[in-house]
């Protein structure tokens, strides 16, 4: 009896999957602009050395007048052929000769002629490299990134490319990573941590990304550093601070953290008695881990009708009761509640217009969320310094942006002197 399946025998290469999607794709448009792009690349560059030398190839130098400048008169010098350059752009792949020149020096020597629009040892557009990075940003590892850009690019970038276009980004990730924050107006501080997955010595470990997060007088908010650490130790995010002060950052008046004890040891030690929010969300959390499943929908309800309270009596009412009541039908969710103190409700003492934006550090956990996303197709990434700069990547290219805090137009107006009343 003869089978017959619809498998193929053979999986097919991705050039043939290739060329039959998109081998009837002519575009005249395209096809043509692409032609003259050599031509017009061989024009630009050999305009750029005329103007340089003050004429053109096989023309003599023009005399100058006696009184003219000698900025006036140009460069002297001579030109000896042309070597071979490839360029790759948005255009593809072009092969160019790129002319070359001698120079004289006001030494008597001579120097070679570098071209300032086409640099020495460039490959790639700037718009080329942007394009690498942005494909790489927006969520896929480099070899998806290679077969995205197949065909804008004729094959020619693999994921090698791809590895050295996003170690380029490095240089401006260390210069934001070491710039002054003298000048930046920071009012409120956020801050929170994150597990991420890296390759060390060959092999997948967890690591914590420390991230802090500034509100400025106008109400932006702003990333200020992101930290590779072993953990969420005291030791770990004392140096994060100890980093933020050295380069300037004034003290703030207000902090709303995660609730780990590591933090909130440091931040004794450098800025004791600012006022601290401890997030409300990840107190919830915790309240759940206490209780069994089936408890979960009561002590939410009763939760959230106590944080979000409309008015700052309502809060302390139902705090009461939420003790009261869960004291006698499950005490450890009434312990774990009294253990995070005022803290939990420090945001009681600002203008009713910033309660939302000053409960929770999810101005950090949306970041962070967009984070993950983009990493899913990368389980492990392939070193600590990429986890932190590829976080930071996703704000400096526009991929992620921030909006001001609600109410931001009373970040100006001082907390109020009275804490929540704790008594149950």
């Given at each position: 009896m003869t089978s017959h399946s619809t498998m193929p025998n053979q999986p097919q290469s991705e050039t043939e999957t290739a060329v039959q999607l998109f081998g009837n794709w002519f575009d005249p448009i395209e096809?043509?602009?692409?032609?003259?792009?050599?031509?017009?690349?061989?024009?630009?560059?050999?305009?750029?050395?005329?103007?340089?030398?003050?004429?053109?190839?096989?023309?003599?130098?023009?005399?100058?007048?006696?009184?003219?400048?000698?900025?006036?008169?140009?460069?002297?010098?001579h030109r000896h052929g042309h070597r071979s350059r490839t360029l790759l752009g948005t255009f593809g792949r072009v092969k160019i000769a790129m002319p070359r020149a001698r120079l004289d020096t006001s030494d008597g020597k001579t120097t070679e002629w570098k071209s300032q629009a086409l640099r020495a040892y460039q490959r790639r557009t700037e718009t080329a490299e942007a394009l690498i990075a942005g494909c790489y940003l927006s969520g896929t590892n480099t070899r998806r990134v290679r077969r995205a850009l197949r065909a804008l690019f004729g094959g020619a970038v693999g994921k090698d490319t791809v590895s050295r276009v996003w170690r380029k980004v490095k240089s401006d990730w260390e210069a934001w990573d070491a710039r002054s924050l003298v000048d930046e107006p920071i009012v409120r501080l956020i801050l929170d941590g994150t597990v991420v997955r890296v390759r060390l010595d060959r092999e997948a470990t967890s690591i914590s990304l420390l991230v802090v997060m500034g509100v400025r007088t106008d109400g932006q908010k702003v990333l200020l550093a992101i930290k590779s650490m072993g953990g969420e130790s005291t030791e770990a995010w004392r140096a994060v601070l100890d980093d933020l002060i050295r380069r300037g950052l004034r003290r703030p008046q207000f902090l709303i953290v995660d609730g780990a004890p590591g933090l909130e040891n440091a931040i004794a030690a450098v800025w004791a008695g600012v006022p601290v929010q401890r997030c409300t969300v990840h107190k919830h959390r915790n309240l759940l881990a206490h209780a069994p499943e089936r408890l979960h929908e009561e002590i939410s309800a009763d939760y959230n009708a106590m944080i979000y309270a409309a008015t700052r009596a309502e809060v302390e009412r139902q705090r009461k009761a939420f003790i009261r009541k869960w004291r006698l039908k499950h005490r450890p969710v009434a312990d774990s509640l009294q253990e995070a103190g005022d803290r939990l409700f420090t945001f009681t003492r600002l203008p009713l217009g910033q309660w939302r934006s000053a409960r929770t550090t999810n101005a950090i956990e949306r970041l962070l969320v967009e984070f993950n996303r983009r990493i899913k197709t990368q389980t492990v990434l392939p070193s600590v310094d990429t986890a932190a700069m590829l976080l930071w990547a996703l704000l400096a290219s526009g991929q992620i942006s921030m909006r001001k805090i609600d109410g931001w137009h009373t970040l100006a107006t001082k907390l109020t002197d009275h804490a929540i009343d704790l008594a149950a």
């Open positions: 096809a043509g602009l692409r032609d003259r792009i050599h031509e017009f690349l061989q024009a630009m560059l050999e305009a750029e050395l005329d103007e340089v030398l003050d004429r053109s190839r096989y023309a003599r130098r023009v005399k100058r007048s006696t009184g003219a400048s000698e900025e006036a008169a140009g460069v002297t010098g």
